[in-house]
């Protein structure tokens, strides 16, 4: 029996995909559990620098309905490990890309919007399918989508459940990268390799701050002091500034 999540190595970018085509990606216990597992996994690896999450030609159809538990504790203790993929892709360390091909509905299409960047194409559909079963939004998406799309259109999507795709969903800025069918794993591991190029320090701390939003402004200026003054005594910064002065690209290395 094939693994329910795989992991492909390229360097410093991780490949994480979702591996069970015969479901369609539905996200039940054993998909989701292994899900958690490895990207909390891969956040504490140091080597790595860069994620991208994959689900092959069909993204993720969301839960699996027809293993779905039906008592409230259970429920709550399958949330919790859900949940976990959810810290880990917005507020972990590492930046994400999201290579999303054909539907990403209900929790596929949570999954997406909690990475850092979602590229895709005309084949790509968005759907927040969980009011067709009576379900209210979960995996993050009433915390992610706002951000992306404003109050009102995230209530849009939210209560209509209308599928949305391709170039609606790049024009709705659901898509940051809209691409020819057929190269959106490609565009996502080369976007994935150029955040593996950038300062580390950078990224964690932007996602970190960012994963706390909204903040007031006092608050985000007293962040901003504390990291700045971390982050000016680095190698990295060094290496920048004299990156910069000497006109070419810097070579980053964490440090």
């Not at 969903?169 to 691409?179: E, G, K, M, T």
Request: glycine share 8%; aromatic share 6%.
């Amino acid at each position: 029996m094939s693994e329910p999540v795989l992991v492909d190595r390229r360097d410093d970018v991780a490949i994480v995909t979702l591996h069970m085509p015969e479901k369609r990606n539905a996200l039940g216990e054993k998909l989701y559990s292994a899900l958690s597992k490895t990207l909390t996994e891969l956040q504490d690896d140091l080597s790595l620098r860069a994620l991208v999450l994959y689900g092959g030609k069909q993204f993720c159809a969301g839960g699996d309905l027809s293993s779905m538990t039906v008592t409230p504790l259970a429920m709550r203790q399958a949330m919790g490990v859900g949940h976990r993929s959810v810290r880990a892709l917005v507020g972990g360390r590492l930046p994400v890309v999201a290579a999303v091909e054909g539907n990403a509905y209900g929790a596929g299409f949570s999954l997406a919007m909690a990475c850092d960047f979602v590229v895709g194409d005309e084949t790509t559909t968005f759907c927040a399918a969980f009011g067709r079963v009576g379900l209210t939004p979960d995996y993050g998406l009433l915390w992610t989508l706002p951000q992306r799309v404003g109050i009102a259109k995230a209530r849009e999507m939210l209560m209509l459940c209308d599928p949305i795709k391709g170039e609606k969903a790049h024009a709705l800025q659901l898509i940051d990268r809209f691409v020819e069918s057929g190269h959106v794993f490609d565009a996502a591991v080369a976007l994935a390799q150029r955040l593996a190029l950038a300062p580390p320090a950078t990224i964690s701390t932007t996602k970190a701050i960012l994963s706390r939003l909204p903040l007031s402004l006092d608050t985000m200026l007293a962040w901003e002091s504390d990291t700045q003054s971390l982050l000016v005594r680095t190698n990295d910064v060094a290496e920048g500034i004299r990156a910069f002065a000497e006109r070419r690209s810097p070579r980053f290395r964490g440090e």
